[in-house]
């Protein structure tokens, strides 16, 4: 008798919850507006079947509950009845099937004339390239990758690359109104592009190239958020998309270099060397602001005294920041988990550029 | 031919009774092969790695409703949710409905002395002891267990720093699934050839209860897709320790080096992560299916006994298990619909996963056609039942969201997933169990679970899992991604969406800590509680049937049981009372009801009297 009521409330309950619920899904930003429509045919058809499945088996337990001088029917089966159910169920099959199919095929299937961005991840950043006035983005392989003067790891030798424009920032800009196709691929292990406003998503997986599509149809900021486990820092792994007018999103690509610009730099100070090591390799994990990340900010770091996991406590000058460079896991700041990638292919000119930095984030 | 097998029978069993029963308490209760001792051996160990499943979790609620304020740091959490679900999946609910129900029930309910190979099944249970003491081993070793996810997806799992992979974390847990897989795979054969050799006389394949139809049909998937995993995890400790790179590509760490097993081995190049993803799912998928088809069974048997009334459609229910086993190994890639492989595979796996919620919907559309005019004695089992057919009715309607491909896609790797499938996989699965230990404890200790524990333990729960896991639907439309173990000011959750979190918490831990009162209920119980009659519910199967309770060595005392009938003469017309056993000769006053089943060309009984 309980169970029965317990069902009825359940149903109740559960109506009442998506009605007054505050959560619902995030404001559609693209044109996957088919998506949405598909998300609530699903609901309107498995709420109907939540519905009338609980209360028939409340009535039926408190209907047919036990008494001594009845018994149950002798009812073993019913050939015509189930045939027609399994009918009714493969339409309804067929109803959530068939338009969520058609829907995919778009999806599958990017118009002609999407333009091209790049998507790379990386633990646990993301950056994003461009293919410049060529169209084509440069050939890329993970054996020219190097920090500093190839961090997308664009092949030299393919004039396509030449002209690609390289946005490492964890901010992307996209013109609203036209239809975009991200090409994707990482560095290092599996991530998720997604962006909840735009509703698709695509695992980022190294060792090939993925690729969704959307059209932007709203301006305003969107989040992003990697939604394949990625390691340690997984969940700071956040970034912005910017859609905004073509005129502005113009403007804001040209400040971007180009690829081949990047070999012939202008002279720059040691330590805006070392602010673009961290750029690339360190600010991932570590901030600059004093706010909590994956590792120990860098803000005020040198000189001040560390306290180790064993409980001892450290002063932190050159000699521990190149040891915790080359060696991270020799001495483990208290409350940190450890497990960052040792970079013993610094050079001593470039952990000096990297120190020097961290330094100036002390005065 | 029907008198030579059972003569053949009595001297089986006078062999059991000169050489047989064992001596000594190793013998009987450590290295046993009594098929009913091992069954509890089974149970326990299995609910004793649950409860650490169980604690991982609150590990887990508490970080995620109070981030930062009980010192869980992010590594951790990573460790605890990969420990939870690989624990929940394979150690807790695969070795509990296999090796505890499937080895207490095969040889029960279809009138056997014990397994076909009553030596490899205890090899089997030990094996399986050995792979839970190498899990849990890895909590001690530097760097603790892996937090590579309960996925395992390289190339994570085997970089150094992935929590608890710079140790032996990740080795330990690729061996313990090895192990584990071994265990499996002696159990799963005892299963099967018990199951097709050693029926009672009368006991044709349509006459077994569902139980036995689900053990024996998730057995062979068993059998045919841990394989998978074998492989798949002996490659991973081949990229892993001998650097190649089957699962491997070409990949830098943040330095801009390339990636190799140690510095002496050259660099990973080539392999491809998506390898092991299909490997994973296309044992993964079928393993869900080794948990549910299990407890579809157990679910029909207690449903039938407790309502009184025979299963409806019992031909489409054995049917409907067969075509679910059957399209369990076509729908793998459903896990993979983002996970960059060739979109067009989407299209056929989307169909393959509609299609299987035809049979089963079929399942479900007969449970409550046997609540429908039946006699329903709301016993702890049933209730137990009832909340399994509103939770698999939930959990298998957002089945159909996240099996159609753009549905999913939206909806992968969020909030919805988690409910998705801790609803469908583990609280209906859970509660199956619940269902099965409830009804068959009289059987196992002869005695009768406490009435107030039983139902404060059910009525918590079952609250419980629609409080805890109902709002993460919503929390995964706002597009919340699981494995996070905060939300920082990076992403625009709203703040309702916090507090969400510390009310689930708060609910999650009550219901974990009525789990508790569900254990003190069994030990207390065991010994304390109140006698129970060899056949409590009045139930029709063989089970119930032997002459002592709980059943001794050899089960059957001197003669096996003869089967005249199915598994459910319940409220039969003519006869003097609401239930027939398996074992009732016909007469007048229990005249056979199962003449439907003779129909279809399935039947056997040429051997009846």
């Known amino acids: 008798m309980a169970i029965g009521i317990a069902l009825i409330l359940l149903v109740v309950g559960t109506l009442a919850f998506h009605f007054w619920s505050p959560w619902t899904y995030s404001e559609l930003a693209s044109n996957w507006g088919q998506i949405d429509s598909m998300l609530s045919l699903t609901f309107v058809v498995s709420a109907i079947v939540f519905v009338v499945i609980n209360l028939f088996v409340a009535v039926c337990v408190i209907r047919f509950r036990y008494d001594k001088d009845r018994k149950a029917d002798f009812d073993p089966e019913n050939k015509k009845m189930e045939w027609i159910l399994i009918g009714i169920t493969t339409v309804g099959v067929i ?124 301006t305003g900021t969107f989040d992003i958020a990697c939604a394949e486990y990625c390691g340690n820092g997984h969940h700071t792994m956040g970034g912005k998309v910017v859609v905004e007018d073509q005129a502005s999103f113009e403007n804001w690509l040209a400040q971007f270099p180009v690829f081949k610009s990047e070999d012939s730099q202008v002279e720059v100070s040691i330590e805006e060397i070392g602010s673009r090591i961290a750029q690339s390799a360190c600010l991932s994990c570590h901030s600059i602001d004093g706010s909590p990340s994956v590792g120990p900010t860098w803000l005020g770091l040198y000189g001040k005294q560390e306290t180790l996991s064993d409980g001892s406590t450290v002063s932190v000058d050159d000699d521990y920041l190149r040891e915790s460079i080359v060696d991270p896991n020799a001495k483990i700041v208290q409350g940190y988990a450890g497990g960052m990638s040792a970079f013993a292919n610094l050079s001593d000119d470039e952990l000096n550029a990297l120190i020097r930095y961290i330094e100036t984030l002390s005065e | 031919m029907a008198k030579a097998e059972h003569v053949e029978a009595e001297q089986h069993h006078d062999d059991h009774d000169d050489h047989h029963e064992p001596q000594g308490i190793w013998q009987k209760y450590i290295f046993s092969q009594d098929h009913k001792i091992i069954a509890i051996q089974y149970t326990l160990t299995a609910i004793f790695v649950g409860l650490i499943g169980l604690g991982l979790s609150g590990v887990m609620r508490l970080q995620l409703g109070f981030p930062g304020d009980f010192g869980i740091t992010d590594a951790f959490y990573f460790q605890a949710i990969t420990m939870h679900g690989m624990i929940m999946v394979v150690y807790l609910l695969t070795a509990l409905l296999l090796g505890g129900f499937g080895n207490y029930l095969i040889p029960l309910m279809l009138g056997a002395r014990d397994m076909a190979f009553p030596y490899l099944n205890m090899l089997s249970y030990w094996f399986y002891f050995v792979s839970v003491v190498v899990l849990l081993a890895s909590f001690f070793v530097p760097g603790g267990p892996t937090g590579a996810g309960w996925t395992l997806y390289p190339p994570q799992s085997i970089l150094p720093n992935t929590p608890g992979a710079d140790g032996l974390g990740i080795v330990l847990m690729i061996g313990s699934l090895a192990i584990f897989i071994v265990a499996a795979t002696m159990g799963g054969l005892n299963y099967v050839v018990t199951v097709l050799q050693l029926r009672a006389k009368g006991m044709t394949l349509m006459r077994m209860p569902l139980s036995i139809w689900g053990i024996f049909t998730a057995s062979i998937l068993a059998l045919l897709a841990f394989p998978a995993l074998f492989v798949g995890a002996v490659m991973m400790m081949f990229d892993n320790l001998l650097g190649t790179s089957f699962f491997m590509p070409a990949i830098v760490d943040a330095a801009g080096n390339l990636v190799s097993a140690s510095p002496d081995k050259p660099a990973y190049s080539g392999g491809s992560p998506l390898l092991f993803q299909h490997l994973f799912w296309y044992f993964g998928h079928p393993e869900v299916y080794i948990v549910a088809l299990p407890a579809f069974g157990v679910i029909s048997d207690v449903l039938a006994t407790h309502a009184r009334k025979t299963i409806f459609g019992y031909h489409m229910m054995v049917w409907a298990i067969l075509a679910i086993g059957v399209i369990s190994f076509v729908v793998w890639a459903h896990h993979m619909f983002v996970s960059g492989m060739n979109p067009y595979f989407g299209f056929f796996f989307a169909s393959t996963t509609l299609v299987i919620a035809i049979p089963t919907a079929i399942k479900v559309y007969n449970w409550i056609f046997t609540l429908w005019r039946g006699n329903i004695r709301l016993n702890t089992p049933m209730l137990w039942c009832i909340g399994f057919i509103s939770t698999f009715l939930i959990g298998g309607l957002t089945g159909l969201w996240l099996g159609n491909v753009i549905v999913d896609i939206p909806l992968s790797d969020t909030y919805f997933v988690i409910a998705h499938f801790h609803l469908v996989m583990g609280v209906s699965a859970v509660f199956a169990i619940f269902a099965g230990l409830y009804h068959w404890f009289p059987k196992v200790t002869g005695r009768h679970l406490n009435k107030i524990m039983s139902r404060t333990h059910f009525w918590v729960t079952f609250v419980g899992v629609y409080v805890v896991f109902l709002p993460m639907h919503y929390l995964g439309f706002e597009g919340m991604p699981r494995r996070y173990p905060s939300y920082g000011e990076d992403f625009n959750f709203p703040a309702s969406a916090t507090d969400l979190n510390a009310f689930i918490t708060i609910a999650a831990i009550i219901m974990g800590i009525v789990q508790f009162v569900f254990i003190f209920n069994m030990a207390w119980s065991a010994f304390k509680g109140k006698k129970a009659e060899g056949n409590p519910w009045e139930s029709t199967t063989l089970e119930w049937q032997t002459p002592d309770t709980p059943p001794v060595h050899g089960n059957w005392g001197p003669s096996l049981p003869v089967v005249h009938r199915w598994a459910y003469d319940y409220s039969v017309p003519g006869a003097n009372k609401d239930y027939l056993t398996q074992d009732t000769a016909p007469s007048a006053t229990a005249p056979r009801s199962d003449r439907h089943l003779d129909d279809h060309g399935t039947h056997n009984n040429g051997h009846e009297d």
């Open chain 1, 95 to 218: 109803m959530l099937l068939a338009p969520g199919l058609f829907v995919y095929s778009e999806f599958v299937n990017p118009p002609e004339e999407a333009h091209v961005v790049e998507v790379v991840g990386q633990q646990f950043a993301w950056s994003f390239r461009f293919p410049g006035e060529d169209g084509v983005l440069g050939l890329s392989d993970m054996r020219f990758v190097n920090i500093i003067s190839n961090p997308f790891g664009i092949d030299p030798d393919d004039p396509a690359g030449h002209d690609d424009i390289l946005v490492q920032q964890e901010e992307l800009h996209l013109p609203i109104g036209q239809p975009v196709k991200t090409q994707m691929r990482s560095k290092d292990v599996l991530h998720n592009f997604y962006v909840p406003n735009f509703r698709v998503k695509m695992d980022l997986v190294p060792g090939l190239v993925t690729s969704l599509w959307f059209t932007p149809t709203k």
